[in-house]
């Protein structure tokens, strides 16, 4: 079992920035993938940025040049350094972490970009 915690979520203005963290605890040896996802009110969940064990990373066009994504694999955990933050960035983030048999989840921090 894989247990995902996040934070650094709150209120900023646009054109702010954030840093959210995902510590990863348990079985985390077996983790490849680490994830950052968003839903929005009213909207499906979505990628965000995903980061391999290695340091691949890959982002949605949305995020792309103002996200970046990494890892600290002595420590099992990710971050999602989020800057230039609009309105439409505002959703739950959540974690996600994969192994070899299943993905993980957190439960979510919020992030709200005021206008």
């Known amino acids: 079992q894989v247990q995902l915690v996040e934070s650094g979520g709150g209120l900023v203005q646009a054109g702010g920035s954030l840093r959210l963290s995902c510590a990863a605890s348990?079985?985390?040896?077996?983790?490849?993938?680490m994830t950052w996802y968003r839903q929005a009110p009213g909207k499906q969940r979505e990628m965000v940025a995903i980061?391999?064990?290695?340091?691949?990373?890959s982002y949605a066009d949305s995020v792309k040049d103002r996200f970046t994504i990494s890892r600290d694999n002595a420590k099992m955990t990710a971050f999602l350094q989020m800057d230039s933050l609009a309105p439409e960035d505002t959703a739950v983030y959540y974690c996600?972490?994969?192994?070899?048999?299943?993905?993980?989840w957190g439960q979510g921090t919020q992030v709200t970009v005021s206008s």
């Open positions: 996600g972490a994969g192994t070899l048999t299943r993905e993980y």
């Open positions: 348990g079985s985390s040896f077996g983790i490849n993938a």
């Open positions: 980061i391999t064990k290695i340091g691949s990373t």
